[in-house]
């Protein structure tokens, strides 16, 4: 009798859990949503009279369009549907207020689409002369107003944007006539093995400061080892025009990393949103991988109808107010990453040095729109080719993979390493205690390093 009634007061609280947190999240996230429907005002405003002309955003795309181009220049199956697919009532609602805005689009809109008309007869009349294949589609009108520029070969925004950084290193990209990733790369040439190290939202500093350092001589004089700042971060180039989708970022680091240094053979090391383009990189050379090393892979294979956003633990409602709303991450990109020397400088002075700016100049030293993209069509849009992926790896590789992850981690919990291995049987996941989503690496630089050793040395071949 007892244990049933306990059974009833838990479902109970459960129940009123439920309840409160959904009430709860009706009202901050329409809060939220009236907030980012009145920035969408506020920066095209600014916009408009900084630029003369205001970013396309996702918010306010009322219509599709049907374009029509060619199967072998674009692969839209990489653009996400959650830039846009998101309901929100709020949203709906305001439409009316920026109407008038629109309305005055509309004269240009209409010789933009008539341009698009004419083109996309000459490119079904190039595709019968060349025997290539054209595709005709509906897409969100936003990112037909992003790929107008690109596909014409012009740059239709100003770079810096005044809403991104202009210091020396996060503009460095724009003085160089090449286009590729910032590379950092240390110990012998020739075809020896390579390390290379993808990470997100992060520079390549996180490593070079951190694990290279520590690996031993022996290690140092036997592997090249590459780390880089991925497409929009670091150094790395952060062009206004790009979608940031997977296949930008792979072809980026094969162009920047494989093809300049004519790598062979590999050993691939990838933290967080790195793994998943490690695992593409992995798949596309499953010949050449000679072990893949995945720190905290976000990996949700997440039931259909699962709920995914919270207001707690407040990791998860950031993550929520990060994927949702577009321009509150840019007001946070605005306040953080444009202003990142002077939120170095603070850090330096309040922690006398004992916080290592290189982690800030991972997470700041970024646009909002390589951001927003890469979060949305590498985590978000990625995620049902997760599992081809790990299928892959498990089937046509014959590499070793190990699963680093940290037990306290909350913004990947460690259900999603153990997820891997249920795809990937052969998979070694190492848990390590009391370590989260950071500490995993800093702070055990030297143990991670030699972790690093022991797997590559005992890789066949």
């Known amino acids: 009798m007892g244990t049933g009634g306990d059974a009833a007061t838990r479902s109970a609280l459960c129940l009123a859990g439920r309840v409160v947190n959904d009430v709860l999240s009706f009202f901050v996230f329409s809060i939220l949503d009236l907030v980012d429907v009145i920035l969408c005002i506020v920066f095209k405003l600014i916009d408009y009279a900084v630029e003369a002309e205001w970013n396309p955003c996702y918010c306010s795309s009322a219509t599709d369009k049907v374009v029509c181009l060619f199967s072998r220049k674009l692969q839209l199956e990489d653009i996400s549907d959650t830039l846009y697919s998101r309901p929100s009532l709020v949203s709906e609602v305001s439409k009316c207020t920026v109407r008038e805005l629109r309305r005055l689009k509309m004269e240009r809109a209409a010789g933009m689409v008539a341009v698009a008309r004419r083109r996309a007869a000459a490119v079904r009349s190039a595709a019968a002369a060349n025997g290539s294949t054209t595709t005709t589609f509906t897409i969100n009108s936003t990112i037909v107003e992003m790929l107008q520029g690109k596909i014409g070969g012009q740059q239709s925004l100003p770079v810096p944007r005044w809403s991104d950084c202009d210091c020396g290193t996060c503009t460095s990209w724009t003085s160089s006539a090449k286009d590729s990733l910032f590379v950092r790369a240390e110990g012998p040439k020739g075809e020896r093995g390579r390390a290379l190290h993808p990470r997100f939202i992060s520079s390549s500093l996180f490593w070079t400061e951190t694990v290279f350092p520590n690996f031993s001589e022996e290690a140092k004089s036997r592997y090249r080892l590459i780390a880089v700042d991925l497409l929009g971060f670091g150094r790395s180039p952060k062009p206004t025009d790009s979608l940031y989708t997977l296949r930008e970022h792979v072809d980026m680091i094969e162009r920047s990393v494989l093809e300049p240094y004519k790598v062979k053979q590999f050993h691939i090391v990838a933290h967080s949103l790195g793994c998943i383009l490690a695992l593409a ?21 997440v039931p259909k109808g699962e709920q995914g956003t919270q207001l707690w633990p407040p990791i998860s409602f950031g993550a929520s107010v990060a994927c949702w709303y577009e321009h509150i991450s840019r007001m946070a990109c605005v306040v953080l990453c444009k202003n990142h020397r002077l939120w170095e400088f603070a850090v330096k002075q309040i922690t006398r040095n004992r916080v290592r700016t290189f982690l800030m100049d991972g997470f700041f030293c970024h646009t909002h729109n390589a951001a927003w993209h890469t979060l949305h069509n590498i985590i978000c849009g990625s995620a ?3 599992d081809g992926y790990l ?4 089937s046509q590789l014959s ?29 070694q996941v190492k848990v390590i205690e009391k370590k989260d989503h950071l500490t995993i690496v800093v702070g055990r630089q030297k143990a991670f390093a030699g972790e690093l050793e022991e797997i590559w040395g005992n890789t066949k071949g």
Not at 282 to 301: E, I
Not at 391 to 394: E, G, I, L, S, T
Request: proline content about 11%.
């Open 281 to 301: 990189l992995a798949v596309k050379y499953p010949g050449a991988v000679k072990s893949l090393t995945l720190l905290a892979p976000p990996y949700f294979p």
């Open 399 to 427: 590499c070793d993979v190990t699963v680093f992850h940290g037990r306290d981690d909350e913004l990947l919990p460690v259900e999603c390493s153990l997820a891997v291995q249920s795809k990937i049987p052969r998979a």
């Open 391 to 394: 299928d892959a790896v498990r």
């Open 384 to 386: 049902g080719k997760m």
